[in-house]
Structure formats: structure tokens, C-alpha cells
């Protein structure tokens, strides 16, 4: 149902996007880098939270982690992420497979502003083996997300 669902949401959305399927698994950040051949940041990971009474999805880069404090700064509330479970009765995709596309149920999406290092990312398409390659900005576009800055800022290696 869910790679499904993305499927479909391409098609009608962005037939030109091609959905990447790997034999191996993609469920984690290391692992879709790896496989995708790209650095973990270039990894579009999106995270499910409640904040308030309301539940959100937040895309960020790969190897960026969520700053608490920020977080309630631009909700004006505590958030905590949602188990498992929940996500899955969301959006229809998988731990490992989520993503901003397709969804089971409409969510406000936020794309964080860690995405703008990258002239492509590659989120999830809906199941652990998938994804798709895509620009933050066309991505933003597609599923009517509003940049934000909840995350920590990333240490990059100097050249």
C-alpha cells in the first residue's frame, strides 16, 4: 500500500521523478548513504511529531539532530515524536520508509533548513528499499511544506 501510494503520488504530482528501488535495505541513514553511493546528509530523513494536539512531519538532512529548544521555539510547544505505530496508521509507510509523499492521512510537513546545504536529497519513497532523488526546494514544493530551523547545526569536515 504505501510505495503504492507514492507511486501514485508521483504520477500524478511528478511523473518526470523515478522511484529508486534497491534490493537492499535503505531503513536507516548509513544504510540508504551507502547504498545511494551519497553522504549522509544528502539522506532527506523525515521524522513524525506531536506537538500540542496536532501531528507534523518534519524533514531533515541525515546526519542532523533535532534541537529541543528550537523545536519549541517555532511550535510554541513541547514536542515528542510518535512511536512506531502511529506513524504507520499516519502516513501508511513503514519505520524506514517514510516520507512526505503519498501520505495516508494530510499532515503539515516542515522542511528544515539543513536541506538547503544540498543541490539534491534522497527521502524515502514509502518503503525500506525505496527512495527518489530529488532538490529540497522542488520536494518543499511537491508536498506543500514550510521551511523551519529545529535542528542543531551540522560540524562539516573541513576540504
Same mark, same amino acid.
Given at each position: !500500500?504505501?510505495?503504492?501510494?507514492?507511486?501514485?503520488?508521483?504520477?500524478?504530482?511528478?511523473?518526470?521523478?523515478?522511484?529508486?528501488? %534497491?534490493?537492499?535495505?535503505?531503513?536507516?541513514?548509513?544504510?540508504?548513504?551507502e547504498a545511494h553511493g551519497v553522504s549522509p546528509g544528502q539522506i532527506?530523513?523525515?521524522?513524525?511529531?506531536?506537538?500540542?494536539?496536532?501531528?507534523?512531519?518534519?524533514?531533515?538532512?541525515?546526519?542532523?539532530?533535532?534541537?529541543?529548544?528550537? !523545536?519549541?521555539? =517555532?511550535?510554541?510547544?513541547?514536542?515528542? !515524536?510518535?512511536?512506531?505505530?502511529?506513524?504507520?496508521?499516519?502516513?501508511?509507510?513503514?519505520?524506514?520508509?517514510?516520507?512526505?509523499?503519498?501520505?495516508?492521512?494530510? %499532515?503539515?510537513?516542515? =522542511?528544515?533548513?539543513? %536541506?538547503?546545504?544540498?543541490?539534491?536529497?534522497?527521502?524515502?519513497?514509502?518503503?525500506?528499499?525505496?527512495?527518489?532523488?530529488?532538490?529540497?526546494?522542488? !520536494?518543499?514544493? %511537491?508536498?506543500?511544506?514550510?521551511?523551519?530551523?529545529? =535542528?542543531?547545526?551540522?560540524?562539516?569536515?573541513? =576540504?
Amino acid at each position: !500500500m504505501s510505495l503504492a501510494s507514492v507511486r501514485a503520488f508521483f504520477a500524478a504530482k511528478a511523473p518526470d521523478i523515478a522511484i529508486i528501488e %534497491l534490493q537492499s535495505s535503505t531503513a536507516t541513514v548509513a544504510l540508504a548513504a551507502e547504498a545511494h553511493g551519497v553522504s549522509p546528509g544528502q539522506i532527506a530523513k523525515t521524522l513524525a511529531f506531536r506537538i500540542a494536539e496536532r501531528d507534523v512531519l518534519i524533514v531533515a538532512r541525515g546526519d542532523a539532530r533535532i534541537d529541543n529548544r528550537k !523545536m519549541k521555539e =517555532c511550535f510554541g510547544a513541547k514536542s515528542r !515524536m510518535l512511536d512506531a505505530q502511529t506513524v504507520v496508521e499516519l502516513t501508511s509507510h513503514p519505520v524506514g520508509g517514510v516520507c512526505p509523499f503519498g501520505l495516508a492521512t494530510p %499532515l503539515s510537513v516542515y =522542511c528544515d533548513r539543513s %536541506l538547503l546545504a544540498f543541490d539534491e536529497v534522497l527521502p524515502a519513497a514509502g518503503a525500506t528499499h525505496s527512495a527518489v532523488r530529488i532538490t529540497p526546494q522542488r !520536494m518543499a514544493e %511537491l508536498v506543500d511544506a514550510e521551511w523551519i530551523d529545529v =535542528c542543531q547545526e551540522v560540524e562539516t569536515e573541513p =576540504c
